[in-house]
């Protein structure tokens, strides 16, 4: 039984781990410690070092819905979080025509959302500061949340690390894990591959992307599949980036497309939430085979490279909504990679039949935007105070009852001779 005393080893400075060591440490827990494979934190290649985020609560889970809202009212505390959170209001597309959309702005309504809805194309683009081109098919809707925006990633996780350092949490830099020490059949601690131990009362692994690759004897099969998303910025000049500086989010749930504002190095940054890519390691022996991130860190500069096909996409879709900015070329790509669950519902709570280990992964593309709050989650399971229904929901073990369609089933294998090259990155 864990009390504020007992030692407890989290892996992963991310934003599940930092989040989870900063409500631990809230609640009078006096021996936490935080390890993470790289020197420098934020991991440059982890998917919470980034300079933008989409916040928003437009989900068609209230849960999530009423989650965000509670992360947004903590995000606007300055003192907190000084000018990490940006309120640009995200608009939806896809009313009409999307169920999730539509259910994703009646929970919005019901919850008290600012919300402007835009039911044809004319509406839409009069959501847009005047001198910026727009273009939306005569059959686009939508609605503006004015609660919600963007957060910068990579400042917003330093500022955590920075917030639970100072709250007494031991940091480890540069200590990938190994294997997990087990006693009497038990999780007591793990061994990194340095050859150091760390003995742990209780585990919890926050390592996100490389959980299923740290940890093959655990067999995850389809619980946490990890896929590369694609991503890829434009370089805008300060008198350009001015013009569409004060544009909203734009979200297209129907599509994936989501695309930002520029930010303050004047970069505008898109992607699109789909199936993704995989990327098998066949060194990996486990009943089901393993994917791995394939990023900066572990093969250069090709590690950031798109597929042509999504490049393409990208820019299609752009199209549809910022004509002018789809004739630049792309500045920069990468593939962000996740950690799926067939349900898109997070992984939260104990191994099963081992009150050692618990995790705190399977993000799903949509974990950031909870930061300050998404570790209070775990504390509760940590302290046994975890809602019944959110146990289940986030169990390791659970049955997942639908899949959701944009993601887990439509993985494609990540092929090298079908990556991009500096041409591929123009417009044509």
């Known amino acids: 039984m864990l009390d504020k005393s007992s030692d ?21 827990f006096t021996s936490v410690t935080v390890a993470d494979r790289s020197e420098v934190l934020p991991a440059p290649d982890g998917a919470s070092t980034d300079f933008n985020r989409i916040v928003r609560s437009s989900y068609s ?10 992360a947004i009212a903590a995000w606007k505390d300055q003192a907190e979080w000084d000018d990490t959170y940006h309120e640009s209001g995200v608009l939806v597309l896809g009313t009409g025509e999307s169920p999730y959309t539509d259910q994703a702005y ?10 402007d809805t835009s039911p044809d194309p004319a509406s839409l683009r009069a959501k847009f500061p005047p001198g910026v081109p727009t273009l939306f098919s005569e059959t686009c809707s939508g609605y503006l949340n004015y609660d919600g925006g963007w957060a910068h990633a990579a400042k917003g996780t330093s500022l955590m690390i920075s917030k639970v350092i100072a709250m007494g949490c031991r940091i480890l830099r540069g200590k990938a894990a190994k294997r997990l020490v087990r006693e009497n059949e038990r999780t007591a601690g793990v061994e990194f591959t340095d050859g150091t131990v760390v003995r742990a009362d209780l585990v919890i692994v926050a390592t996100g992307s490389w959980t299923t690759s740290i940890f093959p004897e655990l067999n995850f099969g389809e619980k946490c599949l990890v896929t590369g998303q694609s991503v890829a910025m ?5 008198e350009e980036a001015d013009r569409y500086r004060d544009c909203p989010v734009v979200l297209d749930f129907k599509s994936g497309f989501y695309v930002f504002p520029p ?5 505008v940054k898109m992607a699109i939430h789909s199936g993704g890519y995989s990327n098998f390691d066949p060194s990996y022996q486990s009943r089901t085979p393993i994917s791995v991130p394939r990023t900066i860190t572990s093969h250069g500069a090709d590690g950031l490279k798109l597929p042509k096909r999504m490049v393409q996409a990208l820019r299609e879709h752009l199209r549809a909504i910022y004509p002018e900015l789809a004739q630049k070329p792309f500045s920069a790509t990468r593939l962000c990679w996740y950690s799926d669950t067939p349900d898109e519902d997070w992984v939260i709570g104990h191994y099963p039949g081992d009150a050692g280990l618990m995790f705190a992964t399977g993000g799903s593309g949509h974990a950031y935007k909870f930061l300050p709050v998404i570790g209070s989650l775990v504390a509760d399971a940590v302290t046994g105070q975890l809602d019944l229904s959110l146990k289940n929901k986030f169990a390791f073990d659970r049955k997942c009852e639908s899949h959701d369609l944009s993601r887990s089933l439509l993985v494609l294998p990540l092929e090298e001779s079908e990556l991009c090259t500096p041409e591929d990155l123009l417009p044509q």
């Open 234 to 238: 434009i370089q805008l000049t300060p």
């Open 263 to 267: 930010n303050e190095d004047n970069i």
């Open 61 to 70: 889970d209230p849960f999530y819905s009423q989650l965000a809202r509670e």
């Open 106 to 115: 009646a929970n919005d309504v019901s919850m008290g959302a600012r919300i």
């Open 8 to 28: 407890i080893l989290i892996l992963g400075a991310g934003c599940f781990g930092s989040s989870t060591a900063y409500h631990l440490l809230k609640r009078g």
